[in-house]
Structure formats: structure tokens, C-alpha cells
T-cell receptor, first 112, second 116 residues
Framework: ETGVTQSPTHLIKTRGQQVTLRCSSQSGHNTVSWYQQALGQGPQFIFQYYREEENGRGNFPPRFSGLQFPNYSSELNVNALELDDSALYLC???????????FGPGTRLTVT | KNQVEQSPQSLIILEGKNCTLQCNYTVSPFSNLRWYKQDTGRGPVSLTIMTFSENTKSNGRYTATLDADTKQSSLHITASQLSDSASYICVVSASSFSGGYNKLIFGAGTRLAVHP
């Protein structure tokens, strides 16, 4: 176990709804990165938060947004859900943006 | 365009046999290369990490190699076990010119199945 936890484990939403996924980072880590992994594909970088500020973003539309809290836990919010948003969402925590990333178990999101 | 390509896409081997997975990348500027193991429906777990100056690194039965000139890496698994059945993902880190975050570029992974 990496010490990174995510909730919920599974989630089913309908198209157009909004969803919030949560991640608790490993103790001592101040950086959280979020990834989207479609079935049979490698993870795609969504964004990274370092000390409560967005520190980099991948090719995802603005309806994907996030937050990092003072305790370095993080949220991923997705608005106006689309069918293609169905995926495993992974978060990874690290000490600094160049530190080794430790992944959580993921949240499986299904959009119907 | 920064890309990481892995081969084969999938592989079936018998328990006890060895295998080698390949990774080719076009990522610049290169920072480091990592191999992860991902069990189905779980988060990836780091196996090895290599910087530009490292040619090989081992972690138990896993040995990774890196040729920075040809931009190729391999992961060799020795004496495979049933628990080695998983996806193996090659990840290359690209440094940001202006500092800040290290962007990770993931390959699609190789699905390894070890049969008794």
C-alpha cells in the first residue's frame, strides 16, 4: 500500500451530471497529480497541484477542475459529464513535482 | 510530440520463464524513465526509476535497462511467477524548461499473463 487513498471506489453517473472525486496524499507529500486512464490505455495527465496551486495541466477541457487543501488532500471535479469520461481516475502524491509519485487505487467512474 | 510506445501489447508466458518488455520514447527534454506494474483496476506501483546517466537498475527479479542514445528501454523479468500477471507501464518524465512540474508521459502498457 502506498498510503494514498481515493474515494469513492466506484461511481455511476449520468451524462450531464457533475462529479467530485477525492484523494488523500501520503503523509509528508505536498504535491498531487491527477490522471485519467481509459480501459486498455495508459494514464493521461490531467493536472497537478503543488502547495494548493495548479502547477501544470494536460490537454483536458476546463470542465475538469481541481482543488488542493491545506492538508494537501485534493479534489477532482468534472462538470457536464460525457460518456467518454468513463475511466479509472488515479491520483498520485509526491514530495515536490520531481519526487517519486505514489499512486492511489483509483476511482472507477462510469457515465451512462 | 512527446510519445512513449511499448511492445508487445500483450504477452503470455509460462510460469518460471523469462521475458523482456520494450519501450521506445520520443520525449524531450528527458528527465527520467520509470517502469510501473499495474494490477487490474489498481493504481500503478513503481518498479524502477532511471536517470539519463543510468544504464541498468534492478529490483529483485525485475531488471530495467536504458539506452539514452537510441531512446529505448527494456524491462526483463526473470523466473516469472503467477503474481507477475499485470500491466507493465513505461513512463518517461519530461522536464519543464521554465521549471515547475515534471510532466509524465505514459505508454499504453504491456499486458503480461503468466500461466501455470
Amino acid at each position: 500500500e502506498t498510503g494514498v487513498t481515493q474515494s469513492p471506489t466506484h461511481l455511476i453517473k449520468t451524462r450531464g451530471q457533475q462529479v467530485t472525486l477525492r484523494c488523500s496524499s501520503q503523509s509528508g507529500h505536498n504535491t498531487v497529480s491527477w490522471y485519467q486512464q481509459a480501459l486498455g490505455q495508459g494514464p493521461q495527465f490531467i493536472f497537478q497541484y503543488y502547495r494548493e496551486e495548479e502547477n501544470g495541466r494536460g490537454n483536458f477541457p476546463p470542465r475538469f477542475s481541481g482543488l488542493q487543501f491545506p492538508n494537501y488532500s485534493s479534489e477532482l471535479n468534472v462538470n457536464a459529464l460525457e460518456l467518454d469520461d468513463s475511466a479509472l481516475y488515479l491520483c498520485a502524491s509526491s514530495l515536490g513535482d520531481e519526487g517519486e509519485q505514489y499512486f492511489g487505487p483509483g476511482t472507477r467512474l462510469t457515465v451512462t | 510530440k512527446n510519445q512513449v510506445e511499448q511492445s508487445p501489447q500483450s504477452l503470455i508466458i509460462l510460469e518460471g520463464k523469462n521475458c523482456t518488455l520494450q519501450c521506445n520514447y520520443t520525449v524531450s527534454p528527458f528527465s527520467n524513465l520509470r517502469w510501473y506494474k499495474q494490477d487490474t483496476g489498481r493504481g500503478p506501483v513503481s518498479l524502477t526509476i532511471m536517470t539519463f546517466s543510468e544504464n541498468t537498475k534492478s529490483n529483485g527479479r525485475y531488471t530495467a535497462t536504458l539506452d539514452a542514445d537510441t531512446k529505448q528501454s527494456s524491462l526483463h523479468i526473470t523466473a516469472s511467477q503467477l503474481s507477475d500477471s499485470a500491466s507493465y507501464i513505461c513512463v518517461v518524465s519530461a522536464s519543464s524548461f521554465s521549471g515547475g512540474y515534471n510532466k509524465l508521459i505514459f505508454g499504453a502498457g504491456t499486458r503480461l499473463a503468466v500461466h501455470p
